[in-house]
């Protein structure tokens, strides 16, 4: 079974810089993408970054130039690395796993070709969850 843990979330200020971190166990194979989620208090779900196998790495416009996913492959370890960070990033960021293609998956979600409801079941395992709070 595949079990995934992020860590990393806190309260930090505006203009401020964070790392999350997302660890994945049971993997079965070396074929699968990683992703971070977000959800802030009153909105829906939204996808935020995406790296798969190869390293390949996709992002929401909005944290373009900001955020930077990487990967250390061989422990199977998920960074988001976020900076210049404004309220409008506060929320509850979720690192998830899927298929290596959900990456591909998630570059057409980015470029709004897809919902929301088309990339989730991409992603077949979820961590629980880790707060992100950015103080003005």
């Known amino acids: 079974e595949v079990e995934v843990v992020e860590s990393g979330g806190e309260v930090v200020p505006v203009g401020g810089s964070l790392r999350l971190t997302c660890i994945a166990s049971?993997?079965?194979?070396?074929?699968?993408?990683m992703a971070w989620f977000r959800q802030a208090p009153g909105k829906e779900r939204e996808g935020v970054a995406t790296?798969?196998?190869?390293?390949?790495?996709r992002y929401r416009d909005s944290v373009k130039g900001r955020f930077t996913a990487s990967e250390d492959n061989a422990n199977k370890i998920l960074y988001l690395e976020m900076n210049s960070l404004t309220p409008d990033d506060t929320a509850m960021y979720y690192c998830?796993?899927?298929?290596?293609?959900?990456?591909?998956?998630?570059?057409?979600?980015?470029?709004?070709?897809?919902?929301?409801?088309?990339?989730?079941?991409?992603?077949?395992?979820w961590g629980q969850g880790t707060q992100v709070t950015v103080s003005s």
């Open positions: 998830a796993v899927g298929t290596s293609g959900a990456c591909i998956t998630m570059g057409r979600y980015f470029a709004g070709r897809f919902d929301l409801e088309d990339i989730t079941p991409r992603f077949a395992s």
């Open positions: 790296i798969d196998n190869d390293g390949d790495t």
């Open positions: 049971g993997l079965p194979n070396d074929e699968y993408a």
